[in-house]
């Protein structure tokens, strides 16, 4: 049963779309059809060239939940951190326009961090894979048919996590993140909820508008350094389409491990900040030379 909103604090979901069209709707319907209610919708059109923002406005037109910000084009980073500076949520979720989330997945998220007085829940997540045989128009076609992909037989669905359900504290948030520093477990947003006190009160954590690739990372990183206390939701409550047509799939290998070093040095950082560093330092090289897993 849904939970009554005058008990709920409010929970910032941000959502940077751009030529999202094919997908949008899909993840604005799941986002819309939570279990919690008190929700502010924020979808940001990052200079989209096709009809993503009058889909988004036609959305905002029948739920008064929704805002949506037009803007130039200037990558998800900055597209990120405008929705997080425009937010007034207790707590900020992030979702991709091409991705969706299950229906119990905020209130889930709220329960665990209201409960254990997390700074961040982080929780398991669905890979979606659609069938590799069919034409990229085909593949559009199956995805989009899908609501509850795990009923579906044409995809490949596989959850990922490695923290057991249960409270955590920093340290033990950290020693679990250098076992699999580079999955996408502990690098992406989408899979968290963060307390938005956090993010306001320190300017430093923000998305790095001038990475290319592993910019949810720098912003976890960041996070981290100020939190306290952690959940970990062993529930899969986000679905992450893959797909092969993304320009994560076509990044140039050298600008991969520039990223990759820069990050290297915010991990050292970090562990440094927590006096972890000693004894994770080699685990370190897993992360630079190793392929972010999903």
Known sequence: MPTEPQSQPLVSIIVPVYNAADHIARCIESIRRQTYRNLEIILLNDGSKDVSYAVCQSYAGIDRRIVVIDKNNSGVSATR??????????????????????????????????????????AHYNRIEPPVSLPKTMRDTVVERVLDPILDPQHRVQ???????????????????MQEPASFYYGVMWNKLYRADIVREHPDVRCNEELDYSEDLYFNLSFIRYAQQFYALSTPIYNYVQNPDSAVHHLNPFDVLTTRFELTTYYKDLFKHIGLYEENKYRLNKFFFGVAES
């Open 81 to 122: 951190n405008l929705g997080m500076q425009e937010a007034h949520g207790k707590y900020f979720q992030f979702v991709d326009a091409d991705d969706f989330i299950q229906p119990y997945a905020t209130e889930l998220l709220v329960q665990k961090a209201e409960a254990s007085h997390a700074d961040m829940v982080i």
């Open 159 to 177: 959850t990922f996590g490695f923290l057991m359900e249960g409270p955590l504290n920093k340290d033990a948030f950290a020693c679990g993140l």
